[in-house]
């Protein structure tokens, strides 16, 4: 798989945008290190981002079977690899 | 009696299988974190089976304090010998958020020798779809028994309950194959196991997608969240109304015909007045309490209460809050005991509490009366710019806004101080597949909570009802509310009142409304000498007004009655929800603090412009 933009967070995705995950930032509390890893946003997890709403409201994601709404505080945490369009 | 444990992630169904298994009526809904309570039943069909509901969890690795209870509950129960297997429900359709929280609860059976059986639950969904779960290679992959089910049709629960009829495997047959394996491992094996067994197809994510499409859209879903908050608060406040006016109807009628069969004076008194009177006033928040139950519990049953989580979310972390707050906000505009009720949705104990915080101060329904005798005594009746604005309208809209203002404010600044103590959980937020409701267990937990609030709040709204009671009775027998005990009290206390320019009427006025807000309305009538004053107010707004009480007087009384917790009913339900009492007193006492400070502020400014 060609993957570039490594230096993106999973906040930055827009909608229809997909990403590979490759690592969470130092800033980000263990325990919401934990609690994102039981949802399933592993590292090299692939996630969709199905919708980004208007005026900052959290992000919808798709992990897997599940979808899941993250809000920035946790979402520019989640360091990602996004997918070329079309892949 | 033996006892069975029934263990799942949030969201899983694990409480409408309760329900079916038990016949008990559990809080059922499609919204995470619903179960916060533990509860139990006898299997309807093994009665000597005793059925444990455990509060779901998404993991036995704990992040929140809440959490760590319900481990701990789950822990405690593995060592008890009472317990003899675990019923561990996942959630078929979404495995391996589910799978990884089995794996853990597994591991921990097999370490204490607890059978587990696995629910694969949402059977119903996958069949309609065409969609498959390969069960008996899941049950291979995990060395335990896994029963396909559906909790809301019952395919699959005579299994369970042959399976749990069957005697139990010998200590030492349960394979032991996790025990020593730590959570990382567990994760992973979740994801293989997911994806080996689980359904090929993502057929519901994108049923999903286009139902979110339209819902979350910008426009269309602003507009649909609009339209469903404005149906909401016609339920709290119109739908409710013909039979919150039956409940008090019934009182009234009942009242006139028992009353008059009381030989004694005394009796005739108190059955009037403390139990038709006072206890029936809380009876009437029966059926308020009974429509807005049902009425979100569609909404979280259908999916959309998470939607709605969202699109809140962000505005109100401002005040820090989140996005499962706004419901307990708006209904706390018509009732902040349905509102508290409400806020159990909240899966993060601290901004639970924080939302507790604010709706005290929402504009409840009981403060209408106390702000229209006000405005109308204060206010002048006219209007500007050709009749467009009215001086009264606007004072209305100005105190039912600044309600809102200081709980969103107070929250804020609360979040902001203390603001680790609030912040134990990220906004990680499952969004559920969209579902047609099930009515009948939206119907039977309505019916359960409305009888919580009578047998829960009812005892402490009595005591509290009947000791205002005694103090306003006794020693003239309700001759003179001013020459009773509490008159005497109100004098007592009258310097307390002085700085916002109030004498001893007032202050007995305000000590009453403790029970309910409105009642401030009533007893100034009873002081003040005329009849139904809380009926018609016109006579007691024009004694008021030749009283010659100052503006800032009155203007300190709104809001006063804008921030003070006023109201046991209020407090009792806030203690039993929050199991604190310290909390509701706090609340109490703090919020009376803050009014009686801001009263203060507002008597002397006004002073300062009006001499």
């Given at each position: 798989m060609d993957l570039s933009d490594v230096n993106q967070t999973l906040w930055s995705l827009q909608a229809g945008d997909c990403c590979e995950i490759v690592g969470y930032d130092d800033a980000l509390a263990e325990k919401y290190r934990i609690r994102l890893m039981e949802f399933g946003f592993h590292v090299g997890e692939r996630v969709t981002c199905l919708h980004s709403l208007a005026f900052g409201a959290p992000k919808v994601y798709r992990v897997s079977n599940t979808v899941y709404s993250l809000d920035d505080e946790v979402a520019t945490h989640v360091l990602v690899r996004k997918e070329p369009a079309g892949e | 009696m033996s006892k069975i444990i029934l263990i799942g992630s949030p969201n899983s169904g694990k409480s409408l299988l309760f329900n079916r298994l038990t016949g008990l009526a559990h809080k059922v809904a499609n919204f995470p974190g619903i179960t916060v309570d533990i509860g139990s039943g006898n299997l309807q069909a093994l009665p000597d089976k005793q059925l444990v509901d455990f509060p779901g969890t998404y993991s036995l690795q704990a992040i929140s304090a809440e959490e760590e209870v319900a481990v701990g509950y789950f822990e405690n129960a593995l060592c008890d010998p009472e317990v003899e297997q675990v019923l561990c429900l996942i959630d078929a359709t979404r495995l391996e958020k589910s799978l990884y929280f089995t794996l853990q609860v597994i591991r921990d059976c097999e370490r204490h020798g607890k059978p587990v059986t696995v629910l694969a639950n949402m059977i119903d969904v996958l069949d309609k779809h065409g969609l498959d779960l390969d069960v008996e290679g899941l049950s291979a992959a995990l060395y335990t028994p896994v029963l396909p089910i559906s909790g809301r049709t019952g395919k699959g629960v005579d299994a369970v309950i042959a399976a749990l009829s069957r005697p139990l495997p010998e200590a030492g047959v349960t394979r032991s194959h996790l025990t020593e394996t730590p959570d990382a491992i567990l994760r992973g094996e979740a994801h293989q196991l997911a994806r080996r067994f689980g359904p090929r197809d993502d057929i519901l994510i994108r049923t999903q997608h286009r139902l979110d499409s339209f819902f979350l859209h910008s426009l269309t879903g602003g507009v649909a969240f609009f339209v469903i908050m404005y149906l909401l608060f016609q339920s709290i406040f119109t739908w409710s109304a013909p039979a919150m006016d039956a409940v008090e109807g019934a009182l009234a009628w009942s009242a006139d015909r028992v009353v008059p069969l009381l030989g004694n004076q005394v009796a005739a008194d108190f059955t009037a007045d403390a139990l038709f009177s006072g206890v029936g006033a809380f009876l009437v928040f029966v059926p308020q309490i009974f429509v807005l139950t049902f009425i979100i519990g569609l909404l979280e049953d259908s999916g959309y209460m998470a939607r709605a989580a969202l699109i809140c979310h962000k505005p109100l972390r401002f005040f820090g809050l989140t996005g499962k707050s706004f419901i307990p906000l708006l209904s706390g505009t018509a009732c902040a005991i349905p509102a508290i009720y409400a806020a159990?949705?909240?899966?993060?104990p601290g901004k639970r509490l924080l939302t507790y915080m604010a709706i005290p101060l929402m504009p409840c329904s009981a403060r209408l009366p106390v702000y229209s005798l006000l405005i109308a005594a204060f206010i002048p009746a006219q209007t500007a710019l050709g009749g467009l604005l009215g001086w009264q309208g606007l004072a209305m809209f100005g105190i039912y806004f600044f309600g809102m203002f200081c709980g969103l404010l107070i929250t804020g600044l609360v979040s902001r101080v203390a603001g680790q103590r609030y912040q134990d959980l990220p906004f990680v937020l499952e969004l559920p597949p969209y579902r047609v409701p099930g009515f009948v267990p939206i119907l039977r937990n309505s019916v359960n909570r409305a009888r919580h609030f009578v047998t829960k709040a009812g005892k402490i709204i009595f005591t509290v009802t009947l000791l205002i009671w005694v103090l306003g009775y006794f020693p003239n027998y309700g001759a003179d509310l001013g020459q009773s005990w509490l008159g005497q009290i109100g004098r007592v206390v009258e310097p307390l009142f002085e700085p916002l320019g109030l004498d001893w009427r007032y202050g007995v006025a305000i000590f009453t409304s403790f029970a309910a807000r409105e009642v401030f309305v009533g007893t100034l009538g009873t002081i003040f000498g005329i009849e139904g004053a809380d009926e018609n107010m016109v006579p007691l707004v024009e004694h008021i007004q030749s009283s010659q009480l100052a503006l800032g007087s009155g203007l300190a009384l709104l809001v006063f009655f804008a921030i003070a917790l006023q109201c046991v009913s209020t407090l009792a339900i806030l203690s039993k929800e929050s199991s604190s009492r310290g909390l509701a007193l706090k609340m109490f006492c703090g919020y009376f603090l803050l009014a009686y400070v801001a009263g203060i502020v507002v008597y002397q400014v006004t002073g300062w412009f009006v001499g």
């Open positions: - | 159990r949705a909240i899966d993060s």
